[in-house]
């Protein structure tokens, strides 16, 4: 049983920078893909990005490449989204999530077997 933490939510101006991070405990962490998910009110939980095990590759959806980094370090069991040129329409609260194994797509959060509480992140115009 894997219990993800996420931390480094918070408000900030549009073109702003944030820092997530996501601690793991309960498992092994090196094991797992691992994922950034946001849910806007009354809209879905959307994917962000996600990095396999091994960081055998990144993913983003279109909206954040080329502003947003995922990054992971196993020897912390930590995974982290690195948040650059924030926009209003990034204000969501994110989620961390991991997968024992994914079967499809790394943006089909229906794979992901563990969540985290989600961390608020306000972006203001």
Not at 70 to 77: L, Q
Not at 86 to 106: F, H, M, Q, R, V
């Amino acid at each position: 049983q894997v219990q993800l933490v996420e931390s480094g939510g918070g408000s900030v101006q549009a073109g702003g920078s944030l820092r997530l991070s996501c601690a793991a405990s309960g498992g092994t962490f090196s094991s797992y893909d691992m994922a950034w998910f946001r849910q806007a009110p009354g809209k879905e939980r959307d994917f962000v990005a996600a990095i396999p095990r091994r960081s055998v590759g990144t993913y983003y959806t279109d909206s954040v490449k080329g502003r947003f980094t995922i990054s992971r370090d196993d020897a912390k069991n930590t995974v982290n989204l690195q948040m650059n040129n924030l926009k209003p329409e990034d204000t969501a609260n994110y989620y961390c999530a991991a997968a024992s194994w994914i079967g499809t797509w790394y943006s089909d959060r229906s794979e992901y077997d563990y969540w985290g509480q989600g961390t608020q992140v306000t972006v203001s115009s």
